[in-house]
């Protein structure tokens, strides 16, 4: 994913060492100098940056303007986003893309189990349990659950979204 980053704002392979590292041990060699840097996708806090915040400070970088338009125009499941000031301890927020998650089943499950599924994953007790769980729990909404899709709809999952008034 690094290099979709790295490449819309110009940099090429040559131009930088990779390392694939997890976000922990990443995080230290960024603390110990080992890196510059490092990216991660997930929801924000990162247990990982949450830690270099209040330890070392960080500062986060922005994927904004041209460089987010060329990403999301390469790949539907890029969206913008935002993280807020002060997610992170003393760390201006920024302007950023993002991936949402998505629930994913095999073509060959049946379209009435999918549906149900669906519904059930949109329901007053699972809208509960999102509020309550991580902090971007909040964030998934049913008006925006069909926003960077990166691939089909499973059959069951369309006739909730159209029965919701998401789909035409």
Do not use: C
């Amino acid at each position: 994913m690094s290099d979709s980053y790295l490449g819309a704002f110009g940099l090429k392979d040559a131009d930088y060492k990779a390392e694939n590292l997890k976000p922990g041990p990443s995080a230290e060699k960024l603390k110990d100098g080992g890196i510059d840097a490092f990216f991660i996708t997930g929801g924000f806090p990162i247990a990982a940056v949450t830690e270099l915040a209040t330890t070392t400070g960080v500062e986060l970088l922005p994927i904004d303007g041209d460089v987010a338009s060329k990403l999301m125009a390469s790949a539907k499941f890029f969206a913008a986003d935002t993280i807020p000031d002060g997610v992170y301890k003393d760390v201006k927020g920024v302007k950023t893309v993002s991936v949402g998650a998505q629930w994913v089943t095999s073509a060959k499950v049946p379209e009435a189990l999918v549906y149900e599924v669906t519904k059930a994953l949109w329901s007053d007790k699972t809208r509960a349990a999102l509020d309550a769980g991580h902090a971007k729990g909040k964030a998934i909404q049913k008006a925006t659950a069909l926003s960077g899709l990166g691939i089909p709809l499973h059959a069951g999952a369309q006739k909730f979204y159209k029965e919701a008034g998401l789909l035409k």
